[in-house]
């Protein structure tokens, strides 16, 4: 495969990794305005936080699912078949949410659709175009490249939070009404499928090795990814008391906040978390990667837990834009370390298997979250999550701090 060098990816890198990072831009934009538009919209036809919680809980749990299919059969199918078949059905669950307003039939597209209310990445994308950027670059350049595709999803991402408040501007102007203009920003989520399907057409790893020669399910590598599955099931749960469609709603509840006030303040946390994925190969060539995991999470997690204590709206942004520039160091260096333990091709389904109980296990804490938001606005999902979260760093460095990947050893 020829490679290539840009102001953007480590040297030497593959061109395909170019093509990814940019269908990775264009999913977080909708996704970052996805995540804040989703509660609005909800409340908007008259649901309460206890439903928007159900319809949280459901999106993860159909990410999960699918994510698991993924990882189990991903062996028999090209990646590019896989990636194309994800883009329409995120083309079908735009279109869904954008025309259907009753609560059950929202609730099936909830489910076998691709929606993301967390505002980062869990649906069954990642872990498909994390094995195809392993192959893209050297184990030594891993990290870094990992870091960038953290960093264009938190950077667009946040870009997408400020287009939240274009309905509210349509509406203002007399465009549109409200409803439909949300509906016209779920359709717009739908349509950006066809950008990405048409990047990935042109991905020649996708199309003509599908990952080294054909993935195969996992093998020797079997025990160390399901250990490390079960940990990660445990953040992803406490995570899922802190998604960002919730986090929204607490700010909605608690402080009374627009969605366009919100919109900005989810824009500087994704700016600031996307500056701090630079930091983290730096970071994890000096201390390594499960430090740098637990080293910079740790504390993130103890900001979160006093964030509901914050008397004023001002004091609680600042612990949330704190906690964003310390919580998603551990990314890239997380998705480096699964790719780096495990052999060339048993990553699809190392990379499946060990985001299926993050999306499963964060599917069903968000209506918990919500179903204490309907007892009371204080932040007690955020007490939850970080409390949990800290338990996860710690026995994280437990049990892995002397399992090194190859460029460690």
Same mark, same amino acid.
């Given at each position: 495969?020829?490679?290539?060098?840009?102001?953007?990816?480590?040297?030497?890198?593959?061109?395909?990794?170019?093509?990814? @990072?940019?269908?990775?831009?264009?999913?977080?934009?909708?996704?970052?305005?996805?995540?804040?538009?989703?509660?609005?919209?909800?409340?908007?036809?008259?649901?309460?936080?206890?439903?928007?919680?159900?319809?949280?809980?459901?999106?993860?749990?159909?990410?999960?699912l699918l994510t698991?299919?993924?990882?189990?059969?991903?062996?028999?199918?090209?990646?590019?078949?896989?990636?194309?078949?994800?883009?329409?059905?995120?083309?079908?669950?735009?279109?869904?949410?954008?025309?259907?307003?009753?609560?059950?039939?929202?609730?099936?597209?909830?489910?076998?659709?691709?929606?993301?209310?967390?505002?980062?990445?869990?649906?069954?994308?990642?872990?498909?175009?994390?094995?195809?950027?392993?192959?893209?670059?050297?184990?030594?350049?891993?990290?870094?490249?990992?870091?960038?595709?953290?960093?264009?999803?938190?950077?667009?991402?946040?870009?997408?939070?400020?287009?939240?408040?274009?309905?509210?501007?349509?509406?203002?102007?007399?465009?549109?009404?409200?409803?439909?203009?949300?509906?016209?920003?779920?359709?717009?989520?739908?349509?950006?499928?066809?950008?990405?399907?048409?990047?990935?057409? %042109?991905?020649?790893?996708?199309?003509?090795?599908?990952?080294?020669?054909?993935?195969?399910?996992?093998?020797?590598?079997?025990?160390?990814?399901?250990?490390?599955?079960?940990?990660?099931?445990?953040?992803?749960?406490?995570?899922?008391?802190?998604?960002?469609?919730?986090?929204? @709603?607490?700010?909605?509840?608690?402080?009374?906040?627009?969605?366009?006030?919100?919109?900005?303040?989810?824009?500087?946390?994704?700016?600031?978390?996307?500056?701090?994925?630079?930091?983290?190969?730096?970071?994890?060539?000096?201390?390594?990667?499960?430090?740098?995991?637990?080293?910079?999470?740790?504390p993130a997690n103890?900001?979160?837990?006093?964030?509901?204590?914050?008397?004023?709206?001002?004091?609680?942004?600042?612990?949330?834009?704190?906690?964003?520039? @310390?919580?998603?160091?551990?990314?890239?260096?997380?998705?480096?370390?699964v790719m780096a333990?495990?052999?060339?091709?048993?990553?699809?389904?190392?990379?499946?298997?060990?985001?299926?109980?993050?999306?499963?296990?964060?599917?069903?804490?968000?209506?918990?979250?919500?179903?204490?938001?309907?007892?009371?606005?204080?932040?007690?999902?955020?007490?939850?999550?970080?409390?949990?979260?800290?338990?996860?760093?710690?026995?994280?460095?437990?049990?892995? %701090?002397?399992?090194?990947?190859?460029?460690?050893?």
């Amino acid at each position: 495969m020829s490679k290539t060098t840009t102001w953007l990816l480590p040297p030497g890198t593959s061109p395909d990794a170019a093509l990814i @990072l940019t269908a990775r831009g264009i999913r977080a934009f909708t996704d970052g305005y996805v995540a804040l538009l989703l509660p609005y919209y909800l409340t908007l036809l008259g649901y309460s936080a206890l439903q928007v919680g159900i319809i949280a809980t459901a999106t993860l749990l159909g990410s999960g699912l699918l994510t698991l299919l993924v990882g189990v059969f991903a062996y028999r199918f090209r990646l590019h078949t896989l990636l194309s078949t994800a883009c329409l059905l995120m083309l079908g669950t735009g279109i869904g949410f954008a025309t259907v307003t009753d609560f059950l039939p929202l609730l099936l597209i909830a489910v076998i659709g691709t929606l993301n209310p967390s505002g980062g990445d869990v649906s069954v994308f990642s872990p498909l175009e994390q094995s195809l950027l392993t192959h893209a670059v050297t184990g030594e350049r891993r990290t870094s490249l990992f870091a960038y595709y953290s960093l264009v999803g938190d950077l667009v991402g946040a870009f997408g939070a400020l287009a939240a408040a274009i309905p509210g501007v349509l509406a203002q102007w007399n465009v549109l009404d409200l409803n439909t203009a949300v509906q016209v920003m779920f359709v717009l989520y739908g349509v950006s499928s066809l950008a990405a399907f048409a990047l990935y057409r %042109r991905l020649d790893s996708a199309r003509e090795r599908g990952d080294e020669a054909r993935a195969v399910p996992l093998g020797p590598s079997k025990g160390i990814v399901y250990r490390l599955a079960a940990l990660f099931s445990l953040d992803a749960f406490a995570g899922g008391f802190a998604v960002q469609s919730l986090l929204a @709603l607490w700010l909605f509840l608690q402080f009374d906040l627009s969605v366009e006030a919100a919109g900005t303040i989810f824009f500087w946390t994704g700016i600031l978390a996307a500056a701090s994925f630079l930091a983290a190969p730096v970071i994890a060539r000096r201390i390594g990667l499960i430090n740098t995991m637990v080293f910079t999470h740790l504390p993130a997690n103890i900001i979160c837990v006093l964030i509901p204590f914050m008397p004023t709206l001002p004091l609680a942004v600042l612990l949330l834009f704190l906690r964003a520039l @310390l919580s998603s160091m551990d990314k890239p260096a997380r998705s480096s370390y699964v790719m780096a333990v495990v052999s060339p091709a048993e990553r699809p389904a190392a990379a499946g298997i060990t985001a299926v109980p993050r999306s499963l296990a964060a599917a069903v804490s968000p209506a918990f979250a919500g179903y204490l938001l309907t007892l009371s606005p204080f932040g007690w999902p955020l007490v939850i999550c970080g409390v949990l979260k800290i338990a996860y760093d710690l026995t994280l460095l437990g049990m892995f %701090r002397k399992v090194k990947p190859p460029e460690e050893k």
